[in-house]
């Protein structure tokens, strides 16, 4: 991956559905350029998906999840990640294991997914950050 790849990638994060030619004029390259470097990270596993990130009014939190040490980890959170308030989850260093992103429609939702992740025979514990406000990086 070079230095036209991550710029193409810095466009893409912030609004993944930008079109190619609008792409092409900002980097001074063709719109086959940038299609072509576009699938060829898509092909390699740099871009996973494309996804659409909503103002829906919902409640959005992080959930931390620490587990037992003698668990499989990526197992709890592939399970999780089937979740339907789930937004995302990422397996982190630090004090906590796994980290869900939720977006749901209230916090009884949300109250309702952090005893169903406490509920898990793995899970020793749950901390729960609401989310007030969000910025595009």
């Known amino acids: 991956m070079d230095s036209l790849d991550r710029e193409i990638l810095d466009i893409l994060r912030r609004d993944a559905r930008t079109p ?4 092409a004029g900002q980097l001074d390259v063709s719109e086959g350029t940038v299609r072509n470097r576009v699938e060829n990270l898509q092909s390699e596993g740099v871009i996973e ?10 409640v959005k939190a992080m959930v931390e999840i620490d587990v037992a040490v003698d668990v499989d980890t990526e197992a709890v959170a592939d399970r999780m990640a089937d979740w339907e308030e789930v937004d995302f989850v990422w397996m982190v260093s630090g004090d ?6 939720v977006d749901a429609a209230d ?9 169903r992740a406490r509920g898990q025979e793995a899970v020793v514990s749950t901390k729960t950050r609401l989310i007030l406000d969000e910025r595009i990086g």
Do not use: H
């Not at 190619?20 to 792409?23: A, G, K, L, R, S």
């Not at 906590?96 to 992103?101: A, G, N, Q, R, S």
């Open 20 to 23: 190619y030619t609008e792409i």
């Open 49 to 58: 998906r494309f996804t659409v990130a909503t103002s829906t009014g919902n």
């Open 96 to 101: 906590e294991d796994v980290v869900l992103v």
């Open 107 to 115: 916090t009884a939702t949300v109250n309702d997914l952090i005893s």
